[in-house]
């Protein structure tokens, strides 16, 4: 009762704080609700970026990581600090200068209203498809384990998956809709402040536990353990390696926290310039401690939990179950519930801010008023809620690996914004018709190159070393046929995926479906008390490794991929430019919405941020 109290009384408070800060915001036009009324700090802005930006699904997804990979992963966090440096120092004066409410607004001035139509088009699908329901569908899960929702309610995890989905999208859409981007960002300040004390509730409980009440000599216990898990470097076949940080890693970071709607809307909303760029570079120095939240629980769980976990997924939420004490749950919970709301409401604020800008101003209805771009943005949301909200528990029934799926999917449109939004600033006299060629060719190489080409050359490599895999199963076989029971289902269900190996074309789907029956095995005997043969567990280590590195060969990392048609889709652009330039030079014009006179300590925080990121590497390495 008293975890149940401690989440409801945390989550009103929230509620409350955020309607008493908004409720004098003019939200009847349209730099009133898509903007907060140009009127939002930079603590404001700093504490809706990191909220925006940390969700359950990367708490979890991150730590899980680092428990299989160790420190590594932290690129998504730290390098993460040197694109919002990048957007503060040179996007966002250019943005605020124009005096624009959402990206493709400044890309109809600077090409035409195709750019910009395609533009908010692809934003659109990519948080139909990809963003919404998924972070419903996490966040429900997260919220559905620590509440043992089901045996709460009295229901099937099925309908209590359905009843939590309804009930996150149903309060984010109140805040997202009703409220308008200042109350979205107010609440996510206040949910900032908490997620930071809570998700450092975790490794510092987490460390207190290894070194015996002590938190540095839980530190010195884990680095004379596991020195393996502190390296930055990561090798080939790893999820991240180093190379990639130099290519497709900052170029996707500089998307997303320069270019994508969701993101730099609220930096958009700030009331100068000084203060937009305050709030990033907050938000960069923060984001360098982020590695505490989201990569070192993974790490202290490893210790905990011997590496027995079959399921890295799975080493937060039974770290914060082993470490947190039971009187903090409801508060840990109910920050949890912030950063699930965040990440839902501000993806559809974003759309509402497209849909009623972009789309329904430009195309539906040229001369309606403020106040009839508002309505309909609103009406577009709260369709657009209730289809995610509809959608989301399918999720549930996709195959495993569905989240890396759809994160390689937003490459799709990813690459070819940021292409013509940086040749947009840097250029003068490229045309519409590169932009459109550009943001069309992008869109289509990556998906032939993705979801093409990969998938064929990674068969060719997968029938290439098909003796070998063979070989490999043969073992496992062996090892299973000695130790398991006839009649258990799952291991003659592995024993009949082996087999099948031998006879079926797709190996690379047999090869998955094998090791996802590895790992059920291993969680089976993990959860009731039973040790397996050090030699199954070697001969099975070994068959998912030789398949991991068969796939890493077969074809380059999608974060490569992403540079190549980065460099070819800006060559595109230049030569276009070149040989059909603009009659007229663009030039951009200040709108004098805000006042663009930079912070002037913008510079020397910058640098400051930037050697902190390279030390960590040099530390780490």
Not at 31 to 56: D, H, K, M
Not at 313 to 335: C, H, I, M, N, Q
Not at 357 to 366: E, G, R, T, V
Request: hydrophobic share 50%.
């Amino acid at each position: 009762m008293l975890q149940i109290l401690s989440f409801v009384g945390f989550t009103a408070l929230v509620a409350i704080v955020s309607y008493f800060a908004t409720r004098k915001t003019d939200e009847s036009s349209s730099e009133g609700y898509f903007l907060g009324g140009r009127s939002l700090t930079g603590v404001v802005i700093a504490g809706s970026l990191l909220l925006t930006n940390l969700s359950t699904e990367q708490i979890v997804g991150l730590n899980g990581s680092a428990y299989r990979e160790g420190i590594l992963v932290m690129a998504w966090e730290t390098l993460a600090a040197i694109a919002i440096v990048v957007t503060a120092l040179f996007l966002l004066p250019r943005y605020l200068k124009g005096g624009i409410t959402t990206i493709p607004t400044f890309l109809e001035t600077r090409f035409n209203k195709s750019t910009k139509a395609i533009t908010s088009a692809l934003f659109l699908s990519g948080y139909v498809v990809v963003l919404l329901p998924i972070v419903l569908y996490s966040g429900a899960l997260a919220i559905n384990t620590m509440f043992d929702v089901p045996a709460l309610l009295g229901v099937t995890k099925s309908s209590a998956l359905w009843i939590t989905v309804f009930a996150i999208g149903i309060i984010g859409s109140i805040y997202a809709i009703f409220g308008g981007l200042k109350a979205v960002a107010v609440s996510d300040t206040i949910n900032a402040v908490g997620l930071l004390i809570g998700g450092l509730m975790i490794p510092v409980f987490g460390l207190l536990e290894i070194g015996n009440n002590s938190i540095s000599a839980g530190i010195d216990r884990l680095l004379s353990e596991h020195p393996e898990k502190f390296d930055a470097i990561g090798s080939a076949d790893s999820s991240i390696p180093f190379a990639t940080i130099f290519t497709g890693m900052m170029l996707v970071q500089l998307f997303y926290w320069g270019t994508n709607q969701a993101i730099i809307q609220r930096a958009l909303g700030a009331k100068n310039l000084k203060e937009g760029q305050k709030g990033m570079l907050y938000a960069a120095m923060i984001k360098i401690l982020g590695p505490l939240i989201v990569v070192l629980p993974g790490i202290i769980a490893y210790h905990l939990f011997s590496g027995d976990l079959a399921v890295p997924d799975e080493a937060y939420p039974k770290l914060v179950t082993r470490v947190l004490p039971a009187s903090l749950v409801g508060f840990f919970a109910a920050v949890l519930f912030g950063a699930i709301l965040s990440s839902f409401n501000s993806a559809l604020n974003s759309s509402v801010t497209l849909f009623g800008i972009d789309i329904y101003k430009q195309y539906i209805k040229k001369d309606a008023p403020e106040k009839q771009v508002v309505k309909a943005g609103k009406t577009f949301g709260i369709f657009l809620a209730f289809l995610s909200m509809f959608v989301a528990p399918f999720i549930a029934n996709a195959p495993d690996g569905l989240f890396g799926y759809l994160q390689e999917i937003n490459g799709c449109y990813s690459i070819p914004i940021l292409t013509i939004i940086v040749v947009g600033y840097l250029t003068k006299y490229v045309p519409a018709k590169a932009a459109n060629i550009a943001l069309i060719a992008g869109v289509v190489l990556y998906s032939i190159s993705q979801f093409a080409l990969k998938p064929y050359m990674i068969s060719k490599e997968f029938e290439n070393n098909k003796t070998e895999l063979l070989a490999l199963s043969n073992n496992i076989s062996t090892e299973i046929n000695q130790f398991n029971s006839p009649t258990d289902s799952l291991y003659t269900t592995t024993l009949i995926n082996l087999n099948r190996l031998r006879t079926d074309e797709n190996l690379e789907t047999n090869t998955a479906t094998i090791i996802g029956s590895i790992n059920k095995i291993q969680m089976n005997a993990s959860e009731q008390l039973v040790d397996l043969p050090e030699s199954y567990l070697e001969s099975s280590s070994l068959f998912s490794q030789r398949v991991n590195e068969i796939k890493v060969s077969a074809y380059p990392h999608f974060l490569h991929v992403m540079a190549i048609l980065f460099v070819l889709n800006v060559l595109i652009m230049l030569l276009i430019g070149k040989m059909n330039p603009r009659s007229v030079a663009f030039e951009l014009q200040f709108t004098k919405q805000v006042d663009i006179t930079p912070w002037r300590h913008a510079r020397w925080v910058s640098v400051i941020i930037i050697v902190v990121v390279c030390a960590s590497y040099v530390i780490f390495s």
